[in-house]
């Protein structure tokens, strides 16, 4: 009789916050647009570091496009000149073959100082809609931005691995690793400091 009573009267233990896990309810149609922003956000990045290097770099001679009378630069080779192209663009880039490590540092640090800054705000957005859960909705669609900010940043990696291929390595080289090692060196302590979080919780 008296467990009769004790079973009727106790009442079940409330679950605490850290005790329940809420699961981010992912739908297949956000998940379908999430992979075609990412595939649209590369293909952008891609022609827009190609349209900053053909703009910006001062070791270029000339972009031809199509459209263009580019009858001068048909024996490219015969006149000293090297060239690189898009598949995203119908413009091709020129320039002296003799100056090639100029304008691939140039390229590299052109490259560098848009891919850096995106890789590292799209891990500030990331934390701040994100781990924060301040905007939930938002939950699926920044890993469309982090699949950008790191395709970006491998292509990024690529470019400066060709170049050492290449030639000799100089300030900006090291200038641009080091860079890499703070951010990387920050991203290993923040997934860590998560990882030890959740332990806890």
């Given amino acids: ?25 992912v739908s297949i149609m956000g998940v379908l647009f999430t992979i075609i922003l990412a595939i649209v956000l590369i293909l952008l990045g891609e022609r827009i570091v190609f349209d900053l290097n053909r703009v910006s770099n001062p070791i270029v001679e000339k972009s031809v ?14 006149l000293g000149l090297s060239s690189e192209s898009s598949g995203l663009s119908d413009t091709s880039i020129y320039y ?3 100056k090639k490590g100029e304008y691939l540092i140039y390229k590299l640090s052109i490259h560098s100082a848009f891919i850096i800054p995106i890789f590292l705000l799209t891990f500030l957005f990331h934390y701040l809609f994100v781990v924060k859960k301040k905007y939930p909705q938002l939950y ?12 970006m940043l491998l292509h990024l990696l690529g470019e400066l691995a060709i170049f050492i291929s290449n030639q000799f390595p100089n300030s900006a080289i090291y200038i641009i690793l080091g860079v890499l090692v703070v951010i990387f060196t920050g991203l290993a302590v923040f997934v860590q400091k998560r990882i030890h979080h959740g332990a806890e919780v």
């Fill in 140 to 151: 699926v669609v920044m890993y469309a931005y982090l699949t950008f900010a790191f395709w």
């Fill in 65 to 78: 496009t199509s459209q263009s009378d580019y009858s001068i630069f048909r024996s490219a080779s015969s």
């Fill in 1 to 25: 009789m008296t467990e009769d009573i004790l079973q009727s009267t106790a009442k079940p233990r409330p679950e605490t916050p850290g005790n329940t896990s809420k699961k981010k309810k």
């Fill in 96 to 98: 002296p073959t003799t």
